[in-house]
């Protein structure tokens, strides 16, 4: 038996435990069919053989759809609250209502439309745990990942979608083999009630007069109820196949109130995408292929019993994003490569045409003619220029103030001109010593206006010479005043005076000097300040 069952592990690969009151059957599923199934009794020797099925089978998820009488459903309602006070009320309830087993289910199914419009719970509950507890023992004990505990009738709501024309008012008839009738009533899509009735032996008696005799027993059951009224009509859905299809739609008989629809399992499971025919009237096979495509949501098991595959889901997790890190790397690491190879072929590539314009400068410079002026020096001036242009300022005003005094005296020689640009018009330029202003200079004084008009200053040092000069220090002395003078006369002159002369005049300095000997040159210096206003 064990021994036909494939070991080869599938990522997708489950199977469920379809558990009944005296039998316990196991599918596997495979490739999105069902595949092998196994039988076991709720016997001491059942249990062992199902423990040695656990031994010599892969540690496949196990699913668990349980179809037995103790069951027990409850509608009540609860004040509309939320959060943990909610969830207080509803253990309230389900102590109240469910207090020896721990197999217990609840949801909202809306609220009511008058009065406080508290909130419609619906409960259920595993009344009897010892029919369930012994298997799950089992699971535990091997470590088999079991994904949830689910009821058949809690399940069927979910294939509502399945049937064709569901009305109103919903009463779903099917056999299983392992448990007996399940007939179970909806209304307005929402179970309600279910009943399981346990069947004779398949083939020893007819079976269509006794669920047609089961099925008149719930109608006046929810007559009883008020869950439809005697005025409304009730749709009876028979789930069922082979011959017991055909001999209830000989046996049954329409009314106003009461509506039969056969639907064939075969039809359903061709639906399904399920190559499998079924020749016996059960539909444990079309329910368990559904519950194991769906696999829907845990309702009754534990945290402690789902952990091993919560611990599964977790690894399988870590799996993923391990090989998606590995991938990422790799594939973060063919593009750093390709992009590493190709800057390299750039910068061959560059490297080459450097090589290739270097040469050809060299070429096109040895065919240039020669020029007094270095490339070094051109560069220099030309950097020197962009700097000027950059500050915004340039000699070219002061040169201009120079050039008109100097038309006039043609015997003043310029030997340098220092240049600046400040916001200060008393900053310091050049190296040589200033006059005491304190003294008169041959009649010139200093004029500093206060004028703060000015956007910056232009601050000059000029140094020259007259030339030709004769040895006259005082002719000399007046040349270089009047030159003075002449450049005070502009408009933009903020200040302007002597800072040296050829002979020191100063009453604090003693004059000295031999007759025999004649100076050869009359040198002078003057500082300019010009004041550029607002253009």
Request: no cysteine; charged share 25%; proline share 4%.
């Amino acid at each position: 038996m064990i021994s036909s069952l494939i070991s080869k592990f599938e990522f997708s690969s489950r199977r469920a435990l379809f558990l009944s009151a005296n039998k316990v059957a196991v599918y596997h599923w495979q490739k999105g069919q069902l595949g092998s199934s196994y039988l076991f009794d709720v016997t001491p020797e059942g249990r062992d053989n199902f423990e040695r099925y656990l031994k010599e089978t892969p540690n496949t998820p196990m699913h668990i759809l349980v179809d037995v009488f103790e069951e027990e459903y409850r509608r009540e309602t609860i004040p509309h609250v939320f959060g943990s006070d909610r969830q207080a009320l509803i253990k309230r309830k389900q102590g109240r209502l469910f207090r020896d087993t721990p197999y217990r289910f609840t949801k909202v199914q809306g609220r009511e439309t008058e009065g406080r419009r508290d909130d419609i719970i619906f409960l259920s509950a595993m009344t009897n745990p010892d029919v369930i507890k012994p298997w799950v023992a089992l699971l535990e004990k091997y470590k088999i990942p079991m994904q949830g505990i689910n009821s058949l009738p809690l399940f069927t709501e979910s294939l509502l979608g399945l049937i064709p024309n569901p009305s109103d008012n919903m009463l779903l008839v099917s056999l299983q083999s392992i448990s007996g009738l399940r007939q179970t009533f909806f209304k307005n899509r929402e179970f309600r009630i279910s009943r399981l009735v346990q069947m004779p032996r398949y083939g020893t008696v007819s079976y269509s007069p006794l669920i047609l005799d089961e099925v008149e027993k719930v109608r006046r059951y929810l007559n009883s109820l008020r869950l439809i009224t005697p005025d409304e009509p009730l749709d009876i859905y028979f789930l069922l196949a082979g011959n017991l299809l055909e001999e209830i739609n000989q046996e049954h008989t329409d009314s106003g109130l009461l509506n039969y629809h056969l639907l064939d399992i075969n039809s359903l499971m061709g639906q399904s995408t399920t190559s499998a025919k079924l020749s016996a009237p059960f539909a444990d096979q079309f329910f368990i292929y559904q519950f194991l495509k769906q696999r829907p949501a845990n309702r009754y098991a534990s945290s402690a019993e789902t952990r091993y595959a919560k611990m599964r889901r977790m690894r399988y997790a870590m799996l993923t994003a391990s090989v998606l890190l590995i991938l990422s790397s790799v594939i973060w690491g063919g593009f750093n490569t390709v992009g590493g190879l190709t800057y390299k072929q750039q910068s061959v590539e560059a490297d080459n045409k450097a090589r290739f314009y270097a040469s050809r400068y060299e070429i096109s410079r040895e065919r240039l003619p020669e020029t007094p002026v270095e490339a070094a020096d051109l560069l220099v001036a030309v950097e020197l220029a962009e700097n000027l242009a950059q500050y915004k300022s340039s000699p070219i005003d002061m040169v201009k103030f120079i050039s008109k005094g100097l038309n006039r005296f043609p015997d003043v020689t310029l030997d340098n001109v220092e240049w600046a640009a400040s916001s200060d018009p008393n900053l310091s330029i050049g190296k040589v010593r200033h006059v005491d202003s304190k003294h008169d200079m041959a009649g010139i004084t200093n004029s500093v206006l206060n004028d703060s008009s000015y956007r910056y200053y232009q601050i000059a040092m000029i140094k020259g010479h007259i030339a030709p000069f004769d040895g006259n220090f005082r002719e000399a002395i007046a040349t270089i005043n009047k030159f003075t003078e002449t450049l005070r006369s502009g408009k933009s002159v903020y200040d302007i005076n002597i800072v040296t002369l050829p002979l020191d005049v100063s009453s604090n300095t003693s004059l000295q000097g031999n007759t025999r000997s004649v100076a050869k040159k009359a040198n002078f210096s003057i500082r300019v300040v010009l004041g550029i206003g607002n253009e």
